[in-house]
Each structure stands twice: as structure tokens, then as C-alpha cells.
């Protein structure tokens, strides 16, 4: 855990007063090399600061890094789709940021901000999914949820094969803590369908999991992702999948409408 007032330093000094423009948030954020840190300061400078300042930051920076492939304009970029999705955002600062973002007509930057999703899973499947008990193998005896739960610590990688097909977002979210599942077992969990909605959301917030690539290619073409986080998880994709996005019309078309703008965004001129 980060102490409270390690954190409190780094918000003031990282974010707070100062002059809102890219090179002041690039240079800022690059100074704190902890991901959680860098989130966090984030979310105190957006909630204090200038709204309409910090859209038009945000848009530089997401041109920046598309544009000219900017290895600190991306990793700040990554920062932002996180913080805004984070919890510890108030409600009253995501409603200035969206509001100064569609005043100022950065439709991509304004979807940045919504929470809410349409259902990618029906009410029977969902409860199917949730099932208190269910096997680990279709021959095997019913596991509770908390026998499962135990289970996802464990080393024995069948084991962890077997529960990387368990849909229930509490067994999830103990397997993208355990230190002997690698790459390949999350971008199964990323990509599997029909998948429980806020098992992909857990997956789309963690730490170490959700900066990967492949982890994120899957996630946001996995049709089960809810549209908030696909369109977030969008915003930090290469060129290349902004325009396989775009194109596909098995995906949402808010979505393939986001990666078109963020792509467009890329042929623009960076702001100084």
C-alpha cells in the first residue's frame, strides 16, 4: 500500500496548480514511475483543476501519441483511461469533464467519461454464470464459489487451466493476483465468450494486467466487454487496430465510431 501522505506529496507537487498543457502533465507524470501513483494524482488535479484546460490536454496528448507513436505521450495516455474510470473520480468532476469536452466538441474525449454500458449478457445467462456451484470439469463433483475462490491461489497450473474457464468475477479477480498465471491464461480470460460482464471490467481495471497488449487487443473486441471500458481500452490501441475497429461490424457502433475519431485524431496537428 502507498502511504497516504507519500501520496498526498506526489498529487501536490505532480498536478496540482499548475499551468494544465501537455508538456506540464507529460513532464509531470513522467516523474512517477509507480502506475497507481500517477493515477492518483491524476484523478486530484482533475477534480480541482480547470476542466475545459484538461480536455483540450487530453486531446493533445491522445494526438500526440498516436500520431508520433510518443512512448510518454502513450503512457500517459494509459494514465488518463484509467483514472477516468477510476472510482475515487467524484461523480460532479466526470460531469465538468464531459460537459467542457462536448462543449468543446471532443466527442472522443467526452466518451472517455461515461460509465453506464448497454447489457452484453441476458439476465438468464448471467445468473447461470453466477451460480453459486459449479464443476471445474463437466464429469467433476459442484465446487462452491468459495472453494473455487480457494482454489484460484493455487500453483498447480491444470488447476489453473481448468478455473480460467470460470466465468465468476470473485474467482477472476483472485486468478489476476496469482503469481503463476502468466500472459497467455488472462488473455484467455480477456477473450473468452460468452464472459460475465464485470469479470472483463475487473480485467480492464487491473494494475498489471490491463497495460498489456494482447490483453487489451482481446478485451476490446471481445463483444462481451462492456462499451465504457471497450471505448477506453479503444483510445490506447496502435493505428492498425484503431482501423480494424473502425471497420468491423460485428462491434458496437459507438465503439467503431471512437476508434474512427481517435484515429482521425492522429492526422491532426499536436498541440504545443
Not at 164 to 179: C, E, K, Q, T, Y
Request: hydrophobic share 45%; glycine share 2%.
Amino acid at each position: 500500500m502507498i502511504p497516504k501522505s507519500i501520496t498526498h506529496r506526489a498529487m501536490s507537487s505532480t498536478c496540482h496548480t499548475i499551468r494544465v498543457g501537455p508538456r506540464d502533465i507529460l513532464a509531470r507524470l513522467k516523474a512517477l514511475r509507480d502506475s497507481r501513483m500517477r493515477v492518483l494524482a491524476l484523478i486530484q488535479a482533475l477534480g480541482e483543476d480547470d476542466p475545459t484546460a484538461w480536455v483540450h490536454t487530453m486531446a493533445a496528448i491522445m494526438t500526440r501519441a498516436h500520431r508520433n507513436a510518443d512512448a510518454d505521450a502513450a503512457e500517459a495516455l494509459e494514465t488518463i483511461t484509467h483514472a477516468v474510470a477510476d472510482p475515487g473520480l467524484a461523480y460532479s468532476a466526470r460531469q465538468r469533464l464531459y460537459e467542457a469536452a462536448t462543449r468543446h466538441q471532443l466527442p472522443a474525449i467526452a466518451r472517455l467519461f461515461l460509465v453506464a454500458s448497454p447489457r452484453t449478457m441476458d439476465a438468464q445467462q448471467l445468473a447461470r454464470s453466477l451460480a453459486p456451484e459449479r464443476p471445474l470439469k463437466p464429469t467433476g463433483r459442484s465446487l462452491t464459489l468459495g472453494e473455487r475462490k480457494a482454489l484460484a491461489r493455487t500453483h498447480d497450473r491444470e488447476q489453473i487451466l481448468l478455473l480460467l474457464r470460470d466465468p465468476h468475477p470473485a474467482v477472476i479477480a483472485i486468478l489476476l493476483d496469482n503469481p503463476h498465471v502468466t500472459e497467455s491464461d488472462i488473455v484467455r480470460i480477456a477473450a473468452a465468450r460468452p464472459a460475465v460482464p464485470a469479470s472483463l471490467t475487473t480485467l480492464a481495471a487491473h494494475p498489471r494486467w490491463s497495460v498489456r497488449h494482447a490483453v487489451k487487443r482481446a478485451l476490446v473486441f471481445n463483444p462481451s466487454t462492456p462499451l465504457a471500458d471497450a471505448i477506453r481500452i479503444a483510445t490506447t490501441l496502435r493505428p492498425q487496430e484503431l482501423r480494424e475497429l473502425a471497420a468491423d461490424p460485428s462491434l458496437p457502433a459507438p465503439l467503431r465510431t471512437h476508434a474512427a475519431e481517435v484515429h482521425t485524431s492522429a492526422l491532426r496537428r499536436p498541440q504545443a
